[in-house]
């Protein structure tokens, strides 16, 4: 008879489950959806930067985080959606204790390294000439993060375990994954939550404070930059201006000098011929010489008079005139001058861009963490104060309910999307990866063929 009423009693316990399955199903498959893209994106981002040869101190950082949302992905949503598939008949206290447990340590060591990875930011944009975080410092950073979140997860074992479940049928009990039965009419849950949500409202104050500073220093350098680029534009424009003019100058001179030594040489061996057949002439020959300046300059004519015995006097005073003025190499050295210092200026640009893209993505993720945390801690403390209040939810209200309280996963899986968005390092990685599989595919394909 007692196994009877056992064997009734769990039946109609897990049609409880099913019915409230059916009406949690969109946080379930909201959480399905954000276990798949996480498990991918994490991984990802845990394949590409776990491979660069030299990581940098934001490269071990992101890394340390991918890892952590990939223990939420991997562990702590499988175990949620369990627990919201089977909600009066999640029997397993070791699931139960194993998912808060990763829960808060993932959120804590997450929280505490995206406040070394504000600091570093902060280092790198603010205090530039200052002494700046190395790898080492960075690891023994992530280290010490995970060492604290492991010292302020470990009451969780305590506090969290399977509860009966009140099912609104006199008698029948379910069990569920919540507050453990131990731990009623105690204030070690609400000690416990209040310390979690002070390190959390401290840790956002921290990050306030930080990004604030890290965005009044960028907005005050790209004014300066601005400023710069105007004055460098001007300066080149009238260095241009100045540049064509004395082109021009020389191009005229070079033209006329060439056509006067072209003369000088039909001169020559006019004077040659005539030295041949011995005929006493002289011939004028008359030479255009011009001082270099700004403006065309004014000819001036010289003669120089040649016998039948003066041709190398006519060649060595053709030799005097200036075949290149010696303004051409101070334009070259010019020219020269403006395309290094065009060069560094473009060099100085592009790594101010970067770090505002590194700073930029640092900023959205340390936000997506912030604010998908809000609502879960709404509900929690609801609940703390509000005793009870949720058990009596039903239908949509309960759907909402259950969705809000795990809106924290959002953060483990939109992380890679800013990743891949913003840094084109990883976005570039993934895809020559995809190229490669699909290179990797299509020879497959043809050798079969």
Known sequence: MTSQ?????????????????????PAILYVVILMVMGLLGNGLV?????????????????????????????VGMPTEIADMRFDYTFESEFACKLLRFVNILSTIWSDLTLVAIAVDRYIKVCKPFGRQMTVKE???????????????????????????????????????????????????????NSILFVCFILLTTVFIVLYTKIYRRMKRQKRIMDKARKSEACTEKSTNHANI???????????QNQISTQTADLLIKNGASRENSKEDKSVAVEIRTHSLTSEVSVEEPTLIKMTSLGTADLQNSLSS??????DMSGVGAQQTKQEVKSSNKNRKERKLGAESRTTLIAFLVTTVFVLSYLPYLGMTFSSIFNKGYNHHLRGSSLAAYN???????????????IYGLLNLQFSRAVKDMFKGLTCCRRSRIYDLG
């Open 245 to 255: 003019n004395r082109s021009n100058t020389f191009e005229v001179s070079t033209k």
């Open 321 to 326: 005139i200036p075949s290149e003025p010696s």
């Open 5 to 25: 009423m056992n064997s009734s009693n769990e039946e109609l316990l897990r049609q409880l489950s099913d019915d409230n399955a059916m009406t949690l199903l």
């Open 138 to 192: 960075a690891k023994t950073a992530v280290l010490v993060s995970l060492l604290t979140a492991i010292l302020l997860s470990w009451p969780t074992i305590f506090i969290f375990g399977t509860r009966s479940k009140d099912t609104g049928i006199p008698g029948l009990l379910g069990k569920d994954c919540s507050t453990s039965d131990a731990m009623k009419g105690t204030s070690y849950p609400l000690i416990y």
């Open 46 to 74: 845990c394949y590409v930067f776990a491979r660069k040869p030299k990581p940098g101190t934001q490269n071990v950082m992101i890394l340390c985080l991918a890892a952590s949302d990939l223990l939420v992905c991997s």
């Open 403 to 417: 969705l809000f309280l795990r809106s924290y996963f959002v953060n483990s899986a939109v992380n890679p999307i």
